[in-house]
């Protein structure tokens, strides 16, 4: 079954510095990948998502790249903000049945400092 | 609008009770999900419903039980409740399944138990 890793489990940057979240994964069949983001406390909401016919993606200050041959995905997140600071999950899963269900990182908290 | 409601927010057991967690959507979504968080572990999935009257185990189904009721609401039951269980427990929705869908969260349920 699909595996996915997930670099850094922490991070830690200047306010207005840049961050990158890393995944990969295994199963080369996979082609959604979405980005979830989790405040102490909350839920986590989809803050942006991929699929395997795209290679770049991007919503205001965040992006997320994929590089289907290596079988990674990366987030973006530019000019960060004290309000970026969350854990981070990427996932990943395949269309079709009991196969196709998303698997989760296991998270990367970001904290950015003012 | 509501989207995904769970009910109760926190709750604390004694090993060997049983209790029922809720989940409602309100999205006309088909598919639906439980997950568990637990520590450094990210999100797993404990049972899915890709539609209405259909249930399967997700990655880690032992102790539990699911129910679709009808489209909106998808119930999981803990039997006999082991301090193992401890967790987050949160329910989602997509509007159709396979995975590659954006899934939405309830605001999760706490259980500690004792």
């Known amino acids: 079954g699909e595996n996915v890793e997930q670099h850094p489990s922490t991070l830690s940057v200047q306010e207005g510095d840049s961050a990158v979240i890393k995944c990969t994964y295994s199963d080369s069949a996979s082609n959604y990948f979405p980005w979830y983001k989790q405040e102490l406390g909350k839920r986590p909401q989809l803050i942006i998502d991929i699929r395997s016919n795209v290679g770049e993606k991007k919503d205001q200050r965040i992006a997320v790249t994929l590089n289907k041959t290596a079988k990674h995905f990366s987030l973006h997140i530019t000019e960060t903000q004290p309000e970026d600071s969350a854990v981070y999950f990427c996932a990943a899963s395949r269309y079709g049945g009991s196969q196709g269900n998303l698997i989760f990182g296991k998270g990367t908290k970001l904290s950015v400092k003012p | 609008n509501a989207g995904v409601t769970q009910t109760p927010k926190f709750q604390v057991l004694k090993t060997g009770q049983s209790m029922t967690l809720q989940c409602a959507q309100d999205?006309?979504?088909?598919?639906m999900y439980w997950y568990r968080q637990d520590p450094g572990m990210g999100l797993r999935l404990i049972y899915y419903?890709?539609?209405?009257?259909?249930?399967d185990k997700g990655e880690v189904p032992n102790g539990y039980n699911v129910s679709r009721l009808n489209k909106r609401e998808f119930s999981l039951r803990l039997e006999s409740a082991a301090p193992s269980q401890t967790s987050v427990y949160f329910c989602?929705?997509?509007?159709?399944?396979?995975?590659?869908?954006?899934?939405?969260f309830g605001d999760g349920t706490r259980l500690s138990i004792l």
């Open positions: 419903s890709a539609s209405e009257g259909t249930t």
């Open positions: 989602a929705s997509s509007e159709a399944p396979g995975g590659n869908q954006p899934q939405h």
């Open positions: 999205m006309n979504h088909n598919s």
